[in-house]
């Protein structure tokens, strides 16, 4: 594999096909495409339902990543290319990045070198400005209750209940813990407050989760800002606030159609965060990508036992989609990390020793292979291993990945595709269509109509590896309260690390017979989970001494550079 | 006069015409424009300096509004409508409307009746996500100021001198006074801090001044933060956001093409705030709109004492531009309230003593038209006093307003767009036509190279009738501080009370010889200017107790419903 121009300048350097041959492909006209600029378009929601879903569903899931991320977009893409070079319409559902990594530390986040959606500008800055209208159907929300209590609080909402915050697509810690409403009579009712980044709104995965128009509205409607004196939960429709909310986001929940740099569609929508909430793209989009092409390649947040679990228990549970193959992204540098004995730091270049030819250092790392491989086992869905491969790797270290997943049943690939395209994803596209034909026999995690202490529990040993669950006093009683007041049929999240399979970032490999420790639980009433924190969670990013905006600039010819 | 549908259904039966029909108006071919939804383009940046701008001038203006306001908007759509009965090429340039006060007291500002902007559910929430675009620069310039602070403060600023809050698109009282950076040592520096609305931005007026990418570019990295313990002014330039921030306004600096209800070009660009920024739409779009039409009618915010003074002296004196005319707008309802004899509140109905016929309570107000009919003398730009009707109007009290505009010597007519659209206007286009032909002899208010106060002075004397100026101990420190500071050659903005001529609310017709007093200074050196508070300028809007976002919904068919 030779060097690899930067990824800005290969997107930039792409001839992109008409938004309307991209549609084609879909089988979607001129009536089912809005232009959002000459290269993207959003899908009509009269051209989602039009259709059954009969394409295969591969989700791309990945085992612990390091702190740099491995690749799963970048695979995601170039098995859709790969598809496409067997002949495949294949399209991919993606995540749209969000504004606050893109300017701090991760740059562009459209896939890597030979696979990339583009416009990759378009992909990583505003898109058709869904996150946008995120922010301000959750700010709108968050206003009027504000005012709600400035103007008399008939409601009698119990200010210290609050639970609905505010959001930006920024990273900036400053905004994590602050003090709202003072100066003056006028000025709102001081109370302590906060803002997440948008990806942490509960309207993203409302977003990400909703069937349709009307579904969207109801889910609204749903939402719990926070409780009355007596402990009633309040709801965005008792503020009135759920149909201007709909309106805000009329447009967001229509899927935005890119495509990778060979000419598929890709599918771009939504960007729920991968900690507490779903870590997801839309269903609508897969619904889209299924009822209109041979296959959709779709992308899960995090290793297997954060998005992948929850593309399983919440995102498949809610749109009756059964994937037909799960892809575990490993890599070589990750499974060295797992060995222990290396130490990988965001924004920083990798330690020189972990990219020496060393193929122990990867056997050593294995455990946490599989036990990502366990994870999808146990949801009955059949898994293929695609090594990510790097410039720096060395065949003696892919050697010992490919055994391994032999000696386990699990087929495996090795892909080129970020120096080479699709190209070098045909032999990844190759083994995951065989697999697609085994068969999945989904199983679900817990059962819905169980205590949410039981589906905390399935999750904790079943999918972490964990031998029991520690649950805060406080914690303890609000899944009570919760459940009295009719929430205990609702899926659970567990907010925990993703640096590693346990509650412990610090941890490699995938340790067992741990105790998760459950510290606070949340409500999220209309996106339809209560979720749990096993640790101390990050809603807000913050940015480095040195973000990624500032390398970031217009050259003479208006020309975006920096964004990597 | 008939009774009018709502503007709403109004706006949703309308037919219209295909964008690119739109554009062929103006001679833009489909290389010129990058479709954003089915009724919207943005006009590429390649199209606006192509041409030399030849087109005649017009700008709205009016007399002190009502908190109702008195239909600027309407009046200009009326008038270009109007216009193309006549036969002429006449494009509309105009604010885009905030978020803020769309959910809160106003809903809707596209117009009104049959003189509408369309789609008018496009103009009044996100339309290509401009207003998005400036909250994101705006806001990553504040987080990376705060990041800076976090990361050892090598540029020593000094916390308490920071002068760049947050800004939000959205009615939030509660934003107006908060404290950032609480919680641990990585959730940053905790300080003071503010949000305004971003309309209020700096950003976004620099978006609506920029000649060019490049102007735009070097504006944002010239805007002013804060200082350092010495006293040095720290720029975004210092702080390494402006090229990024660049990067995300490269789209919104292009201006947006809808049309109005009768087929019309309307370019819809910026909105920057008119007490504390310009109030004006973009040089951009006047530039697109003179090069390739033959009439412009654009709209300043507010009476002209406030819009149209900075129109003159800081947008035409920026993009070299003469105005033709001036069409101050007039309502026999505001001047009934500037008699003195009645008292309207916003979101309240009129009250009905208001609406009886009654010549002499519209005589008893005429003193404040006639004193913004000498704001607009003073410049040197032919007037036209245009009288918006009311169906509750009568003639009578129309005739007065008639017969004094007689005495001044300035042509004046009756329009009744609201009801009538275009046809209703032919009188009012046919008066300002001819008013177009007296030739203007543009006299700025001040000179750029005499002392601030001299210019503070200027405008309070011959625009807002005041005998004298008092600067606050601590205001007149800061001019002279800014002076030294080399910032005493810039414009003078004057933020003041928009429901008076004066510097007080209460007052109505048009008092002179009273004292403005000046109590702060604040720099915007990115726009290009110093402004100065003569009082409480609210910068962030609350809700009402019944904000317009409680009766906003989707319909079962997706339509949006109850945004008037």
């Known amino acids: ?158 200010a210290h209940s609050i639970t609905w915050g505010r959001v930006l697509d920024m990273n900036d810690r400053a905004l994590r813990n602050i003090i709202v409403g003072l100066g003056g009579r006028l000025d709102g009712v001081p109370r302590q407050a906060r803002f997440d980044i948008t990806a942490a709104s509960e309207v993203m995965t409302i977003l990400a989760l909703s069937t349709s128009l009307t579904d969207l509205r109801q889910r609204l409607g749903r939402i719990v800002v926070g409780y009355t004196g007596e402990g009633a939960p309040v709801t965005a429709e008792d503020l009135k606030a759920a149909g201007a909310m709909a309106v805000l986001l009329k447009d967001a929940v229509r899927p935005n159609l890119l495509q990778t ?19 997801n793209s839309s269903i609508v989009a897969d619904h889209v990508g299924l009822s209109r092409s041979d296959i959709v390649v779709t992308e899960a947040g995090f290793g297997a036992d954060l998005g992948y679990e929850r593309f399983v228990n919440v995102k498949c549970r809610t749109s009756g989609f059964v994937p037909d193959a799960a892809v575990v992204v490993v890599t070589v540098r990750a499974l060295k990390v797992h060995s222990g004995r290396f130490k990988v730091v965001a924004g920083k270049p990798l330690p ?61 690939a090795v892909s080129t595709h970020v120096a080479d395209g699709g190209a070098g994803a045909t032999a990844l596209a190759r083994t995951v269509l065989e697999a697609t034909e085994a068969g999945t026999h989904l199983r679900y995690t ?17 999918v972490y590896g964990a031998a029991s669950v520690d649950y805060a006093p406080a914690a303890a009683s609000e899944l009570k309260r919760l459940t009295d007041l009719g929430f205990g049929g609702l899926p659970v999240l567990i907010a925990k690390t993703h640096l590693s399979t346990t509650a412990t970032p610090a941890d490699r ?38 973000p990624a905006a500032e390398r970031m600039d217009l050259a003479e010819d208006g020309r975006i550079v920096g964004l990597f």
């Open 352 to 412: 020189p020793e972990l990219l020496e030819e060393n193929p122990d250092d990867v056997a050593a790392g294995l455990s946490n292979l599989a036990h990502h491989l366990d994870i999808v086992a146990g949801t009955g869905v059949p898994a293929v291993v695609a090594i990510n491969a790097f410039p720096d790797d060395h065949a003696s270290e892919h050697a010992v990945i490919a055994r391994f997943a032999h000696q386990r049943g699990v087929p495996c």
């Open 509 to 546: 490999g995938a340790p067992k017979g741990w105790t998760l420790p459950i510290r606070e639980v949340r409500l999220a009433a209309g996106a339809g989970y209560v979720y749990v924190l096993s640790g101390q969670m990050q809603t807000m990013p913050g940015l480095g001494s040195h």
């Open 261 to 279: 740099l060979e000419g598929q569609p890709a599918l771009i929508h939504c960007g729920p965060f991968g900690n507490i909430a779903t870590g």
């Open 1 to 158: 594999m030779g060097a690899v121009p930067s990824d800005l300048e290969i997107a930039q350097a792409a001839t992109l096909r008409p938004t309307s041959d991209i549609g084609a492909v879909l089988d979607l006209g001129v009536d089912d495409l809005e232009p959002y600029g000459r290269h993207a378009a959003k899908v009509e929601l009269e051209a989602v339902g039009a259709r059954r879903p009969a394409g295969k569903y591969v989700v791309v899931t990945a085992v612990t990543p390091t702190p740099l991320g491995e690749g799963k977009t970048t695979t995601a893409v170039g098995l859709v290319q790969g598809l496409g070079r067997l002949g495949k319409r294949a399209t991919a559902v993606l995540r749209q990045p969000s504004l606050g990594p893109v300017f701090g530390i991760k740059g562009g986040a459209a896939g890597a070198g030979w696979s990339q959606i583009v416009p990759m500008e378009t992909m990583n800055l505003h898109l058709t400005g869904d996150f946008h209208a995120v922010t301000a159907a959750h700010n709108l929300l968050a206003a009027m209750l504000d005012n709600h209590l400035q103007h008399g609080n008939a409601l009698g909402i119990a």
């Open 446 to 462: 817990y059962e819905l109509d169980v205590p949410l202490t039981d589906k905390i529990e399935a999750l904790a040993t079943k």
